[in-house]
């Protein structure tokens, strides 16, 4: 049963909700203040923390190959708890990271944590999910995300104002308790755990990587990872430097996309409830494509219509994201094998990993050679992902079924 947002009713599950609540608000306290707290509380310079927290993201990608085995042996339940754990460790170790090293060591750990914890995120989803609610319940969890995020954000305003060595070391401190928060509601949440066909020892990585299917899918993705990077890697800096617009609007930006996925997530999957889910993937391309050419003529228009072309570029992106996030989640989730699902996912997951690796250098190169090269780069990779994955239901029949059909899973008709 939906609320009158299209939303799932909570019921027993509410403590795994509410632990998705306290993690997300921790990290959305911490966030958007790394690079501030570090060069407040080290002798570090910029370049410096750059450098440690990038040499720490790249030596995690390879952490989902192992945190996928992983939560197919304990189940998924134990590593969000080990991951908590992980992360809690790693936040309080901040108040005495003091080098280069040691901020890229904490760093690490921490990112090892946070793909224990949302590495097995998927898993749980899937098993507390009926069948064709799926888009219904990743949809929810990522408007509740989006909201946990906001509140960390408005906490971390705070802190920045009072700006204090005090403020800066209560918010590593309280985010580290809301990891211990989330880990104690999470104690009692049931564990999810697939049984193991009796060749189960025999499979693994092999399986899943010979899986040419699901390879599709994940390559399909990383044109929509593409996108959804766009929010915290290009338009920060596009909208600042680029066209010279207020500082608030990049604020206004984030605020209007936060409150769009909150409120408006669970009635976009409402409305597309029957609708083929590959179609929906490059719908969300289209969206896209979209709100990119809404960007650059943002840029040729004097300054106070340049703001109201961006807000409204900024909601016509976060339709696409609204759009293909739960589809793509969903999909990739029913796609994979009950007994392999921790490796699938890690697999799918990587894709993240390596967009958030890949695209902050490649968005500045880009922005660097242009006021519009980005936006035309970005729309063509768009337009190849949105058709290629119009062909994936013919290989991969979670990808044409309809978007939370309750009367049939088979798949549609390939377009």
């Known amino acids: 049963m939906l609320t009158r947002l299209g939303f799932p009713r909570v019921g027993e599950h509410r403590r795994f909700v509410a632990a998705i609540v306290a993690d997300t608000v921790g990290s959305g306290l911490f966030m958007p ?9 080290t002798d570090l310079t910029l ?27 304990f189940g998924p339940r134990r590593m969000m708890l080990a991951g908590n754990l992980v992360q809690a ?35 749980v989803v899937t098993a507390i999910s009926a069948p064709g609610e799926r888009e219904v319940w990743f949809g929810f969890l990522q408007a509740v995300r ?24 209560t918010v590593v401190v309280v985010n580290a308790v809301t990891f211990v928060v989330a880990f104690v509601l999470l104690l009692d949440v049931p564990d999810h755990r697939a ?12 399986v899943v990587l010979r899986d040419r299917a699901y390879l599709r899918l994940v390559v399909g993705q990383f044109g929509f990872v593409a996108g959804m990077m766009v929010l915290n890697f290009a338009l920060p800096v596009y909208v600042a430097e680029t066209i010279d617009l207020p500082g608030w609007v990049v604020g206004a930006i984030f605020t209007l996309n936060t409150a769009m996925v909150g409120l408006g997530q669970g009635l976009v999957v409402r409305r597309m409830t029957g609708r083929v889910r590959a179609r929906m993937m490059g719908l969300a391309q289209v969206v896209f494509v979209a709100s990119y ?26 339709f696409g994201e609204l759009t293909g996030g739960p589809v793509f ?6 796609a994979a094998p009950d007994h392999l699902r921790g490796r ?25 050679h242009g006021q519009t090269t980005l936006w035309w780069v970005l729309a063509l990779v768009a337009v190849a992902s949105g058709a290629y994955l119009q062909r994936l239901p013919r290989v991969l029949p979670a990808a044409g079924l309809r978007v939370t059909d309750r009367s049939g899973q088979a798949p549609a008709e390939s377009a």
């Open 329 to 334: 989640s969903a999909t990739a989730a029913e």
């Open 293 to 318: 050419a809404l960007f650059v003529l943002a840029g040729w228009l004097p300054v106070w219509l340049a703001v109201v072309v961006m807000l409204v570029g900024a909601a016509v992106y976060t």
């Open 33 to 41: 203040i790394t690079l501030l707290y570090f060069l407040a509380m």
């Open 344 to 368: 699938y996912l890690g697999l799918f997951q990587l894709s993240w990993g390596i967009g958030g690796a890949v695209t902050p250098v490649a968005f500045t190169w880009l922005l660097a």
């Open 146 to 169: 989006n909201l946990g995020y906001s509140l960390g954000g408005v906490l971390a305003g705070v802190a920045l104002q009072v700006g204090t060595d005090l403020a800066y070391e």
């Open 195 to 206: 049984a193991h066909p009796d060749d189960a020892p025999l499979e693994g990585w092999g």
């Open 47 to 73: 370049v410096q923390i750059g450098t440690a927290l990038s040499l720490s993201a790249v030596l995690t990608v390879p952490g989902a190959f192992v945190i996928g085995s992983l939560v197919d042996r």
């Open 89 to 123: 460790v790693g936040m309080i170790a901040y108040l005495w990271a003091d080098s280069l090293l040691a901020v890229a060591l904490w760093t690490t750990l921490l990112n090892v944590g946070r793909q224990s914890f949302w590495g097995s995120f998927g898993n």
